[in-house]
Every structure is written in C-alpha cells, then in structure tokens.
C-alpha cells in the first residue's frame, strides 16, 4: 500500500534531498533515477529500494505494479517538485542500489571491447559516451580517478537508461588497467592527436581497447604512455579536435564495422 508524505520535515524527503550530493550517494551506495522513461528502463534484476511518485502522478497512472517491486511513496506535487532534478518533473522517480562488477570476468571475455577514459569532468559528455559504447555493444567502461560521478544527475539523464545495460568501473588507476589488459594481449590504443594510423587500419575484430581524454586537455602524457599505439581520427577540415564523445563514437563504430563485414577469404 503507498504511504502518502505531506511534510518537508519527513525523513524520506530529506533523504532524497541528500542524495543530491555524491558523498551521500557514495555513503549509502544508491542513486536515483528520475522520469518516466528512465525509471522504465530499470531492468526486473535490478535492486529498486523505493519509488516516489507525486500525488498528480499517482491519480493519472496505476502504481499497483510498481507497489509489486518495491515500496511506494506518494509525495504533494509540490514536495515532489523540490527533491527533483529536474526543471518539469514527470513524476516518478526512484532509488536504486548500484551493481558490482567482476573485472576478471571482463577480461576473459572472448574478442573483448573497452574504453578507458581520463578524467572525464562533463556529466553530458559522460552520459553520452555511455550510451553510445552501449548502442555498439562495449563489453565494459572504466573511468579513471577525477572523472565526474557515474550517478550524477545529469550524467544519468544523458544515458537515457544505458548506464543499466553496461557495466562502468569508477575511480580506476589508468596504469593499472593498462597492465591487467597487457597481461591479458589486449591492445590499448589511444586517441591522439600525434598518432600515425588511421583506426581504419587496424585489425579491431580481435579484443581492443580505447583511451579517451579529458575534453579540454586530451590525453596527459602519462596516460598516453600506457597505450600501445596512437591512433588518429582523420579531419580534413578546419577544426583541430572533436568533442570527446564525438571522438569515442567515431572509434567505438569503426569497431562495430569491422565486426559486422563478413571475413574475406
């Protein structure tokens, strides 16, 4: 059965309004997922702790099948309206409990796809680099320590739902991942200004992995130093760099077409 909350004093909106900040999501290990769409896309094995939902949400939809998954809490459209994130809230949110991955799982994985990314600080950029190493089907994402917070609102917005369906490592040491991937004879190319080949080049049927740099820096030196070959994307135009989830899909694709070309003999 919901439970209706009417005061802003009640311990759940004040919690929801702690969540704003990482170090309360960090502390209770959960994030929140808001809107319609989003909390859609929240796979059946995922750990759901509570929907909130608004009074306007509650009269207009039948919340009996979310009260089947979890409990639900029914907030004044005003109170609603304060603990979201966003300008015109659709109503529904929901907190959730984060997915632990297994590391050695992923580098076992027959024909392996990553990309690596240096202190990624735009939670845009973030959430859109997600969803596209989701639509080309990225074995793993691994972050590299001072990049922006994986469930920050907005990173999560720009995922549109795809930070479910791929795993996403957090505060990893570049130079330890670089070793777990030579170890493992995956090649680590970076994206690089310098570089000498073209990504059309290389064979990227076999397992692989892309470095990506910070938007504004690019790669630090000491990051591309970890990789094993530079690559470049070709721009025959004006402009001296691309956005770096522009950057990420265009190598992300070329992996996807050399994948989905028949072999030749």
């Given at each position: 059965?919901?439970k209706y ?5 009640n ?8 969540l ?10 959960v994030?929140v ?8 896309e929240?796979p059946k094995d995922?750990?759901v ?8 949400y509650a009269?207009?939809?039948d919340?009996?099948?979310?009260e ?16 979201a994130?966003?300008?015109n809230?659709?109503?529904i949110?929901?907190?959730?409990g984060r997915k632990?991955?297994d590391?050695a ?7 392996a ?5 240096e202190e990624m600080?735009d939670p845009g950029n973030?959430?859109t680099?997600i969803?596209?190493a ?5 074995d793993?994402?691994f972050l ?6 994986l469930?920050?609102?907005k990173?999560?917005?720009a ?18 991942m670089?070793t ?8 680590l190319?970076?994206?690089?200004l ?15 992995a892309f470095?990506?740099?910070n938007e504004?820096?690019g790669l630090s030196?000491e990051a591309?130093a970890?990789?094993?070959?530079y ?12 956005n770096a989830?522009?950057?990420?899909a265009?190598l ?6 050399q994948?989905?070309?028949?072999r030749q003999?």
């Amino acid at each position: 059965m919901a439970k209706y909350i009417e005061s802003a004093q009640n311990r759940l909106v004040k919690r929801l309004h702690g969540l704003k900040l990482r170090k309360n999501r960090e502390k209770e290990q959960v994030f929140v997922a808001e809107g319609i769409r989003f909390v859609g896309e929240i796979p059946k094995d995922w750990p759901v702790e509570c929907y909130v939902v608004s009074a306007s949400y509650a009269a207009e939809y039948d919340i009996t099948e979310l009260e089947k998954r979890a409990e639900v809490y029914v907030l004044t459209d005003h109170l609603f309206a304060d603990v979201a994130e966003t300008e015109n809230p659709q109503g529904i949110m929901a907190i959730c409990g984060r997915k632990e991955y297994d590391l050695a799982e992923m580098l076992e994985k027959k024909n392996a796809f990553f990309l690596m990314a240096e202190e990624m600080n735009d939670p845009g950029n973030l959430g859109t680099v997600i969803r596209t190493a989701d639509a080309c089907a990225v074995d793993a994402i691994f972050l590299s320590k001072g990049s922006v917070d994986l469930y920050n609102p907005k990173t999560l917005r720009a995922t549109m739902g795809s930070v479910f369906h791929i795993p996403v490592f957090q505060n990893v040491s570049l130079d330890e991942m670089a070793t777990e991937l030579r170890e493992q004879g995956i090649p680590l190319y970076a994206a690089h200004l310098q570089g000498r080949q073209y990504p059309y080049s290389l064979n990227l049927r076999r397992a692989c992995a892309f470095l990506i740099g910070n938007e504004a820096r690019g790669l630090s030196e000491e990051a591309a130093a970890l990789c094993d070959s530079y690559v470049k994307i070709p721009m025959p135009g004006q402009a001296e760099s691309l956005n770096a989830s522009v950057a990420a899909a265009v190598l992300l694709y070329e992996v996807v077409r050399q994948r989905l070309i028949p072999r030749q003999n």
